[in-house]
């Protein structure tokens, strides 16, 4: 499954180009799990090819976070947390991390959808308690757009500086070799776990 979905994020941007980077970024911060540590670099290596623009892609893959952003604060605010706990399981979420994300909403405001970017499970679900709260939805837009474009531009930097330093470094090709085979099988561990939680909140449910 891992090995298909690091197949389906190349074709996607392959085929697509740039609209394939916003679709990509769009599901994720729409809470489906396709990491943006996948999507940008590749992207980012693309660029070290001649085919993107490293700040054309990192404004696309911010412009796909407000999109995928904008639909899970629709959900938040359309069905507000009986919704979001009734159906969280399923992206991951469970009762507990929604209380800590609407913990970090509550303590520091609409603040939070700006920095949390860079903030583990919190940038993933903040979109959901903004929705929730009914923060002010032109704020929220502007919030998730700057906060985004740092951190699509890292990643795509990362995946530009690699590409072209990668046919000149075969101490770098072995070096990514053996890192690709532990991401591997850490992602592999990451969905083992996925099923084996969703499996518990089905019994308990």
């Known amino acids: 499954m891992i090995p298909a979905?690091?197949?389906?994020v190349i074709a996607t941007i392959s085929a697509l180009g740039y609209a394939g980077i916003a679709a990509l970024m769009a599901l994720e911060s729409a809470c489906v799990p396709i990491p943006s540590e996948v999507i940008l670099p590749f992207a980012g290596y693309l660029v070290s090819t001649g085919r993107f623009d490293l700040w054309l892609v990192a404004l696309v893959g911010a412009i796909g976070?407000?999109?995928g952003s904008t639909i899970a604060y629709g959900v938040g605010y359309a069905g507000g947390r009986?919704?979001?706990e009734r159906w969280g399981r399923y992206?991951?979420?469970d009762r507990a991390e929604l209380d800590r994300v609407d913990h970090f909403f509550a303590r520091f405001g609409s603040v939070t959808v700006l920095v949390s970017r860079v903030l583990p499970v919190i940038r993933t679900y903040i979109a959901l308690p903004a929705g929730i709260?009914?923060?002010n939805f032109w704020k929220f837009q502007l919030y998730t757009f700057i906060g985004s474009l740092p951190w699509c531009f890292a990643l795509a930097y990362a995946g530009f500086r690699l590409g072209r330093a990668w046919q000149t470094s075969p101490r770098l090709q072995a070096t990514m070799h053996d890192f690709t085979l532990?991401?591997?099988a850490g992602l592999f561990l990451l969905l083992a776990w996925y099923f084996a939680r969703l499996w518990r909140s089905r019994r308990t449910a």
């Not at 979905?5 to 389906?8: I, M, N």
């Open 133 to 135: 709260a009914r923060m």
């Open 182 to 184: 532990a991401t591997i």
């Open 91 to 93: 992206i991951l979420l």
């Open 65 to 67: 976070c407000n999109i």
């Open 82 to 84: 009986p919704l979001v």
């Open 5 to 8: 979905l690091a197949h389906f």
